[in-house]
């Protein structure tokens, strides 16, 4: 008989505790202790096996073409080229985005069986789903099952090229006394599904869901286990669906791929910047827009101020897609090298489409908008800001430049506004005029007209 004990585990760094605790000595995040059971009969003593095997690298063989492909494309590319034989990958996101429907979709093209073991839904309303969806694949199959032993039976007995996981949380290995979502459940749980994948070559896709605080629900840990981390993004009142790798150990991560949610599911967008301007109000105060590179692909995307004077002493700095801390420096550079008075005003910021951007060249698109909309005028929709923003109010340079103004004159732009840093970069282009900006005060200048 195993005999077992109550410790406490960080759903963030799994470090252990014999107590609860309310921040973590290890990562220092808060509240992060959950009760856990752990087994504590006598480890079996160390053998060294009699029989090892092992292999010449030439011997290996392993091509790229191995991958199988999912025929969505932007699913494929942020997965690095398709899926990889033997390997797992996370796909992560908050309930209800549509984690399951895209895994659904990803299964309906493929050439391969694929085993969809759903713990959350019933057989037939995954049917319903599908028919949804109008998938008719014939190797399509479907397990409601949510012990482990017996999925990875039904594996062993169906041999898919594909397995997906929906979701880890309801799943639980029988031998272990912890109840399913546990840490240690989904811990043990994926790493079999990792050995089991590797020995057999089938690739795996676990769903997880993320708790409100950005983890993914005790599987934060996951991350080191699995091969490839993906979480699926989009805020609820958008129908655009944002798809990050934030790991990949057979592809980059800096690919996006971005859907649209409808009625008969998730279709991709091929050419985001179109969508991220759709919507765009003609000429309005405080909307610049600006290009951010998302992997190897440029977006074109409206990046939207709004000032008001602050009634209180302290004023609100709020803002969505982009860092709060980033804005509030880029407001100091604009009130000390522009001259353009927001201390004492209230910034609303946003980035347009519910785009999340880390990237510096949006800098000075943020500080002209906030300009724009401070001294109430507007910026020609036909021109394209670009540039990081230094503390100096110097233009900085930034990548990927000739990219950037490829698709922005793809798109019918006339004007660009770009760090004279970057002018070495360029060949001049016939449509797209563009202007060299050195600092701040000058790109207001071309942009808004003297601040006077
Ligand atoms: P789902 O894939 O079930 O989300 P998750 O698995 O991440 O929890 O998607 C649920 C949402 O997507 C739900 O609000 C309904 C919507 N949806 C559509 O709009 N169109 C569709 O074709 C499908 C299948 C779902
Ligand atoms: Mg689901």
């Given at each position: 008989?195993?005999?077992?004990?109550?410790?406490?585990?960080?759903?963030?760094?799994?470090?252990?505790?014999?107590?609860?605790?309310?921040?973590?000595?290890?990562?220092?995040?808060?509240?992060?202790?959950?009760?856990?059971?752990?087994?504590?009969?006598?480890?079996?003593?160390?053998?060294?096996?009699?029989?090892?095997?092992?292999?010449?690298?030439?011997?290996?063989?392993?091509?790229?073409?191995?991958?199988?492909?999912?025929?969505?494309?932007?699913?494929?590319?942020?997965?690095?080229?398709?899926?990889?034989?033997?390997?797992?990958?996370?796909?992560?996101?908050?309930?209800?985005?549509?984690?399951?429907?895209?895994?659904?979709?990803?299964?309906?093209?493929?050439?391969?069986?694929?085993?969809?073991?759903?713990?959350?839904?019933?057989?037939?309303?995954?049917?319903?789903?599908?028919?949804?969806?109008?998938?008719?694949?014939?190797?399509?199959?479907?397990?409601?099952?949510?012990?482990?032993?017996?999925?990875?039976?039904?594996?062993?007995?169906?041999?898919?090229?594909?397995?997906?996981?929906?979701?880890?949380?309801?799943?639980?290995?029988?031998?272990?006394?912890?109840?399913?979502?546990?840490?240690?459940?989904?811990?043990?749980?994926?790493?079999?599904?990792?050995?089991?994948?590797?020995?057999?070559?089938?690739?795996?896709?676990?769903?997880?869901?993320?708790?409100?605080?950005?983890?993914?629900?005790?599987?934060?840990?996951?991350?080191?286990?699995?091969?490839?981390?993906?979480?699926?993004?989009?805020?609820?009142?958008?129908?655009?669906?944002?798809?990050?790798?934030?790991?990949?150990?057979?592809?980059?991560?800096?690919?996006?791929?971005?859907?649209?949610?409808?009625?008969?599911?998730?279709?991709?967008?091929?050419?985001?910047?179109?969508?991220?301007?759709?919507?765009?109000?003609?000429?309005?105060?405080?909307?610049v827009i600006t290009s951010s590179m998302?992997?190897?692909?440029p977006?074109l995307?409206?990046?939207?101020?709004?000032?008001?004077?602050?009634?209180?002493?302290?004023?609100?700095?709020?803002?969505?897609?982009?860092?709060?801390?980033?804005?509030?420096?880029?407001?100091?550079?604009?009130?000390?090298r522009a001259?353009?008075?927001?201390?004492?005003?209230?910034?609303?910021?946003?980035?347009?489409?519910?785009?999340?951007?880390?990237e510096p060249a949006v800098d000075l698109a943020?500080c002209i908008?906030?300009?724009?909309?401070?001294?109430?005028?507007?910026v020609d929709?036909q021109t394209v800001v670009i540039g990081e923003v230094g503390?100096g109010g110097e233009i900085r340079s930034v990548g990927n430049i000739e990219k950037r103004i490829q698709e922005a004159e793809k798109?019918?732009f006339t004007r660009a506004i770009i760090p004279s840093g970057n002018e070495k970069g360029i060949k001049s282009s016939g449509k797209l005029k563009i202007a060299f900006v050195e600092n701040l005060s000058q790109a207001v200048e071309l942009t808004?007209?003297?601040?006077?």
């Amino acid at each position: 008989m195993s005999k077992s004990k109550i410790k406490y585990i960080c759903s963030n760094c799994a470090y252990e505790s014999v107590r609860w605790l309310g921040k973590c000595p290890e990562c220092d995040s808060w509240n992060s202790f959950t009760e856990e059971l752990i087994e504590t009969g006598r480890r079996k003593s160390f053998k060294v096996p009699q029989k090892v095997s092992f292999h010449k690298i030439t011997e290996i063989t392993a091509t790229e073409e191995d991958r199988i492909k999912t025929g969505i494309t932007e699913f494929d590319r942020v997965l690095g080229g398709g899926l990889m034989p033997g390997s797992v990958v996370l796909l992560g996101g908050d309930p209800g985005i549509g984690k399951s429907t895209l895994a659904m979709q990803a299964s309906a093209n493929i050439k391969n069986k694929v085993l969809y073991v759903t713990g959350e839904e019933s057989e037939k309303q995954i049917k319903l789903r599908s028919s949804r969806l109008k998938i008719t694949s014939d190797e399509f199959y479907v397990l409601a099952e949510t012990e482990l032993g017996q999925i990875i039976a039904s594996i062993n007995n169906l041999d898919p090229a594909v397995v997906i996981i929906d979701s880890i949380q309801t799943m639980y290995r029988s031998e272990l006394e912890n109840s399913p979502g546990t840490i240690t459940q989904i811990r043990e749980c994926t790493s079999l599904l990792m050995e089991e994948a590797k020995k057999k070559n089938y690739s795996v896709i676990i769903i997880g869901h993320v708790t409100k605080e950005g983890m993914i629900a005790g599987p934060k840990l996951l991350e080191h286990i699995v091969d490839t981390v993906i979480q699926f993004e989009g805020e609820s009142n958008h129908s655009f669906r944002i798809l990050r790798a934030q790991k990949n150990r057979f592809g980059s991560t800096n690919e996006i791929g971005v859907f649209e949610m409808h009625e008969v599911g998730l279709r991709e967008v091929t050419n985001p910047s179109e969508l991220f301007l759709s919507e765009r109000e003609k000429q309005t105060p405080g909307s610049v827009i600006t290009s951010s590179m998302e992997g190897t692909r440029p977006i074109l995307l409206e990046v939207q101020a709004l000032v008001t004077p602050s009634n209180y002493g302290y004023p609100q700095r709020v803002s969505t897609g982009f860092d709060q801390r980033r804005l509030s420096i880029l407001l100091a550079v604009l009130e000390k090298r522009a001259n353009i008075r927001v201390s004492s005003a209230n910034v609303f910021l946003n980035m347009a489409g519910g785009l999340r951007i880390q990237e510096p060249a949006v800098d000075l698109a943020v500080c002209i908008s906030t300009a724009a909309s401070l001294l109430n005028r507007v910026v020609d929709n036909q021109t394209v800001v670009i540039g990081e923003v230094g503390l100096g109010g110097e233009i900085r340079s930034v990548g990927n430049i000739e990219k950037r103004i490829q698709e922005a004159e793809k798109l019918g732009f006339t004007r660009a506004i770009i760090p004279s840093g970057n002018e070495k970069g360029i060949k001049s282009s016939g449509k797209l005029k563009i202007a060299f900006v050195e600092n701040l005060s000058q790109a207001v200048e071309l942009t808004i007209g003297r601040n006077t």
